[in-house]
């Protein structure tokens, strides 16, 4: 379990961590190699909200408790009751697609931090976050064919996104599970390493982006996100105005006068 000062609205199996600039979510069920249910995915939302919100919180990392698995998909103990019926399973299926679009739409950069199996909403949850680092002995998949399920349109196009249309059929249609060293290659994954290596390249990634200036960072979160969008959706406005922001804003200047002094910067988001 990462240190750090639990916040309001944790739960025994959903923790939210405050760790100086890291906002930890951490998946907290290994029993269950960390298979979540209805309740859980309810927790996340107002989870990110409450970390997000905190001044010092620079960017949210996702993890599994207990370091054998990341998320290994719906908690399946729950079907009989909680997905027995189509309104039952459509119940599940928005609080888990909720949960994935508070991840994508966080204001801040998310890290998922992958050790052991990341299948199913693991998978959807993982590519929900802008960047994925993983052990190499980690697995993933979706294996909604070999289940008798629908997968929701919102966790295909993110697939898509990432490794375009027809590795997402295959994916899809084979209900394959890929090792780590496959999924780097596909880009499904950014990185893999050896176990040992997974927490000090977090936390070197973490660093990283809490050094940066944090409207610049937002700026550019924004403008991906809107990029890969079908045009008619996009909201440049909105990142046109989070460009503007940054320009305006006191950390630009702080930038200039740092690098004119060569010395690190100390931004603020303001």
Same mark, same amino acid.
């Given at each position: 379990m990462p240190e750090g000062n639990e916040v309001e609205g944790s739960t025994e199996k959903v923790i939210g961590l405050s760790a100086g600039p890291i906002g930890w979510i951490v998946i907290n069920n290994p029993a269950r190699r960390n298979a979540m249910s209805r309740a859980m995915w309810e927790t996340v939302p107002p989870l $990110?909200? &409450? $970390?997000?919100a905190l001044p010092? &919180?620079?960017l949210i990392v996702v993890t599994g408790a207990g370091g054998k698995a990341f998320i290994s998909g719906a908690d399946i103990s729950e079907f009989e009751k909680q997905r027995a019926s189509l309104e039952a399973n459509k119940a599940y299926d928005e609080a888990a697609g909720a949960a994935f679009g508070a991840f994508a739409d966080c204001i801040l950069p998310t890290i998922a931090m992958v050790r052991g199996p990341c299948i199913g909403g693991g998978l959807a &949850?993982?590519?929900s976050c802008d960047i994925r680092i993983a052990t190499d002995t980690s697995i993933f998949g979706i294996p909604a064919a070999k289940l008798g399920v629908g997968y929701q349109f919102d966790g295909i196009q993110r697939l898509m996104s990432l490794i375009g249309p027809a590795r997402t059929k295959q994916l899809m249609y084979t209900a394959e599970f890929y090792k780590a060293e496959r999924a780097v290659a596909m880009g499904l994954i950014d990185e893999a390493m050896e176990a040992e290596a997974l927490e000090p390249r977090l936390y070197e990634l973490a660093g990283m982006i809490a050094a940066n200036a944090p409207l610049s960072i937002r700026a550019a979160k924004l403008a991906v996100d809107e990029a890969v969008k079908d045009p008619d959706l996009r909201n440049t406005a909105k990142v046109q105005a989070a460009i503007d922001a940054a320009w305006s804003s006191d950390d630009v200047k702080e930038g200039h006068r740092a690098f004119l002094e060569k010395r690190k910067a100390n931004f603020t988001g303001k």
């Open positions: $990110l909200d &409450t $970390l997000c010092d &919180t620079r &949850t993982a590519i």
